[in-house]
């Protein structure tokens, strides 16, 4: 990793004293909460279309503010992606910030990416 990020691992207090677990990447406003083995089996339920659009893909995460994190295949190949939660299309409006999970939550490669995606300077290209 490059120094100037470091994730920390944060346990965020839910209702009903449920504890999900997620990090913030130091000095950003980035925030990744991993969802519950219950959430990713409701992804017909809560996202609704993600499977049509992605057929080999599971929601992994999000960002507490209206993305999701995924892993799968999308349009530049299999990795991690980010995308609107409710996209038209998660497929064709996602955008991969790491090829896998070790590179992003090892390496810190993609961090760069989310931050920008963050502060709304990369949108996907839509068609």
Known sequence: MNGKNTIFWVPFTVLWKIYVYGFEIKQ?????????LSDILNTDRDYIGFKEDVESGIIVGTDLGGSIYYYGKGKSDTGLYVAYEGA?????????????????????????????????LIRPEIG
């Open 88 to 120: 038209g299309n998660y497929y064709n409006e996602a955008i991969k910030f790491a090829d896998t999970f070790e590179d992003f939550l090892i390496e810190g490669k993609g961090i760069d990416i989310l931050i920008k995606w963050n502060c709304g």
């Open 28 to 36: 950003t406003s980035v925030i990744f909460q991993l969802l519950r």
